[in-house]
């Protein structure tokens, strides 16, 4: 199993960009398929973007696609969510999990694995 420690969150202005990193210990990191997550407070936990496991599959919610792109490099054990356009919408605590099937999911309820999250907050 892996554990999971996101970086990269922070305070910008609408409009602006921010990458996110998920850096994955444990040998097995290839073999899970790879997602972001974010809560906002007093919302549910809503799906943000999904990587395949080797990277050559991307997926994203209707809400980011065009401004956000997911990655990965198995060589370091990393997977990041670069943020562009941002909008004080996209305000929320990011979370990076992993997915140990081989199909893709939105629902978090897949992912037996989360990191402790990172804030990212847009102001206006």
């Known amino acids: 199993q892996v554990q999971l420690v996101e970086s990269g969150g922070g305070l910008v202005q609408a409009g602006g960009s921010l990458r996110l990193s998920c850096a994955a210990s444990?040998?097995?990191?290839?073999?899970?398929?790879m997602g972001w997550f974010r809560q906002a407070p007093g919302k549910e936990r809503e799906f943000v973007a999904a990587?395949?496991?080797?990277?050559?599959?991307?997926f994203y919610a209707d809400s980011v696609k065009g401004r956000f792109t997911i990655s990965r490099d198995n060589a370091k054990n990393t997977v990041d969510l670069q943020m562009n356009s941002l909008k004080p919408e996209d305000t929320s605590v990011y979370y990076c999990?992993?997915?140990?099937?081989?199909?893709?999911?939105?629902?978090?309820?897949?992912?037996?694995?989360w990191g402790q999250g990172t804030q990212v907050t847009v102001s206006s």
């Open positions: 999990a992993a997915d140990p099937t081989v199909v893709h999911h939105t629902n978090p309820a897949a992912y037996d694995t």
């Open positions: 444990g040998r097995t990191f290839s073999s899970y398929r």
């Open positions: 990587i395949s496991r080797g990277g050559a599959r991307t």
